[in-house]
Structures are given as structure tokens and as C-alpha cells.
């Protein structure tokens, strides 16, 4: 064959064919508070990762994953990032709405929320808690649980524990103030305040909800989940790749922290970074759906399995 011939071939080859290559991309807007878990979907937006798996990926900041959950459920947008104690109060309530994609994965390799107290607070144990007042930014929230949890397995009486809602940005200020006794704080505050000697750690109380467990996650509606399979499988899977290059690579996706939350890359540096899990599995979930039902923050238990999108759902 002629060199000019086989260029014509190989043109061919390659050509658009119609209704593939020259479709537009799927448009997805993703609803979520701004925070360095949001990394790995950063990531794959500044790397063309979902343009070239053919989705048009757009993010937009909210308040609270509560009211991201709640611009989902209202159909404004189609896909939100927020806790999972949200999604399983919704599915309690027959809202249809289910998890298709990790976030955070808690572990005690990755901690990136502790239990903080004031530097001169004596306790020690999950009894010297008993009776005393625990600041979070929502009540019945990941944290709430987790304490509960923790004062539980260690000798405390979880029902004795008072809750206040304090944000995210005043919980060093009220500890220091011993407005309230302790509170879970996350990463970067509780790097900042340790660091700072502020507050000292009391213990990493995620940890008594499960060795591992998925905190947060991706979510949609279910019908609209079902009318959009194939983007929800491709946006998934896109995600879980970015999820496992940026767990890897801290060092190098720094600078996409410090852009993506604001937060100086010097701070970045010595900060806890998340793990963000790379598939679903039920296994992460059912661990959080029974202590919220041990600790009645969600009225019963119920499978995994049935607020996992593709899995049952």
C-alpha cells in the first residue's frame, strides 16, 4: 500500500462517526460544601478526566451537605456531596434518594477529625465525660454520633452527654472559653489549634463508629440516577480514579488544595488530608447505618445495600 493511501486509512480510522465522538458531553453539576475532600473532583476537572469520559462536569458550593442534599432532592441540581447521616434519614423517610459514588473513608491511618479538649481538662476516660456538654456544628451529625459512640466504649454513659451547635469556626473559641467541654474537630482547625496548643487531643473518636467507614458521599435521585446510568457510571468511575491518584500524591495535588479551599499551601503541608474511598461497598456503610441506630440518631437499621445505587437500590 501506497504512504499516501494508508494516511487515507488511518484518517478514516480515526474520523468522528456520528452520533459517538461528535455528541456533546453529559452535563453534571456538582453540589457540595468546599472542602479538601472535594480534591480528587477537582482534580479530575483541572485534568480533563470527565471531559475526556465525555461529561461536562461543573461544581457549586453550598452552605451545608444538608442543604446540598436538599437542592438534590428538589431536582435544582443533580448530583450532591454531603454526610451520610443525611442520606439515611432521607431513605427512613422514603425520600428517593441514593449514594452513587465515595467520598470520605475514615480511617485511624488517615485521621482527619479528632476529639478535642481544653489543655488543662482532666479527662481521660469516656466516663469523666458523663453529664458534660459536647459542641458540634449540627446536632445529630457524623460527630454527635461518633461521641456517643466513644464515651459508650469507654466507660461512659452516652445518654448523659448534652449537645449545642456551634460552627465549624467558633468550636476552638468555645472550648478555650469552656463554654463546652469537647468537641470533634476537624482538620485543618484541629491541626491549626494542636499545633497552636489550644486544645489537646482526647481521642480519635471516629474510631469507635468502625476501624472503617465511609462518612460522606456522593448522592442523587434515584429516578434521575436510573434515566442517566451510563454518565453515573462514568462519572463514578472517573471519580474513584482521581480519588486514588490524589490519595497517593499528597505532596503534589497541595497546590490544588490551596487553590480549591483557599487555605495557604504552607497550612496545606501540615494539615491531615482526607481518604476518599475509590467504590462503594456496602461493608463501609453498614457500620454507620447500625451505631446511628445503636445511638438513635436514625430510628432503625436497615441494609446497606438498599441506599447503594447499582447495588440494590
Known sequence: MRRCDAVAVLALTLAPRAGWAQSAPEKLTVVGPTAEDLTNLYYALKTGMFARAGLDVTMIGANSG?????????????????????ILS??????????????IVNTGEHPFAMLQIAVDA??????????????????????????????????????????????????????????????????????????????????????????????????????????HADAVRRYARVLGEAATYVNSHPTET????????????????????TFNGTTL???????????????????????AREILWGTGA
Do not use: C
Request: proline letters at 7%.
Open 122 to 227: 482532666p479527662y481521660r476516660t469516656g466516663a469523666d465525660l458523663n453529664g458534660k456538654t459536647i459542641g458540634v456544628p449540627s446536632l445529630g451529625d457524623i460527630n454527635s454520633l461518633a461521641t456517643k459512640a466513644w464515651v459508650d466504649k469507654n466507660g461512659g454513659d452516652w445518654h448523659s452527654l448534652k449537645f449545642v451547635e456551634i460552627p465549624n469556626v467558633a468550636l476552638e473559641t468555645a472550648i478555650t472559653a469552656h463554654r463546652v467541654d469537647a468537641v470533634v474537630m476537624q482538620s485543618p482547625l484541629f491541626d491549626a489549634s494542636v499545633a497552636a496548643g489550644t486544645t489537646k487531643t482526647l481521642a480519635y473518636a471516629y474510631g469507635a463508629i468502625a476501624p472503617l467507614f465511609m462518612g460522606a458521599a456522593y448522592v442523587a435521585r434515584t429516578d434521575w440516577a436510573t434515566q
Open 281 to 303: 461497598d456496602p461493608a463501609l456503610v453498614q457500620p454507620v447505618i447500625d451505631a446511628a441506630a445503636k445511638y438513635e440518631v436514625i430510628a432503625r437499621s436497615f441494609p
Open 254 to 273: 497541595a497546590p490544588l488544595v490551596a487553590e480549591l479551599t483557599k487555605i495557604e499551601i504552607a497550612n496545606v503541608a501540615k494539615m491531615h488530608r
Open 66 to 86: 444538608a442543604a446540598a442534599t436538599t437542592a438534590v432532592i428538589a431536582g435544582t441540581y443533580p448530583i450532591a456531596r454531603t454526610s451520610l447521616l443525611a
Open 90 to 103: 432521607a431513605h427512613l423517610r422514603d425520600i428517593p434518594v441514593v449514594i452513587i459514588a465515595p467520598s
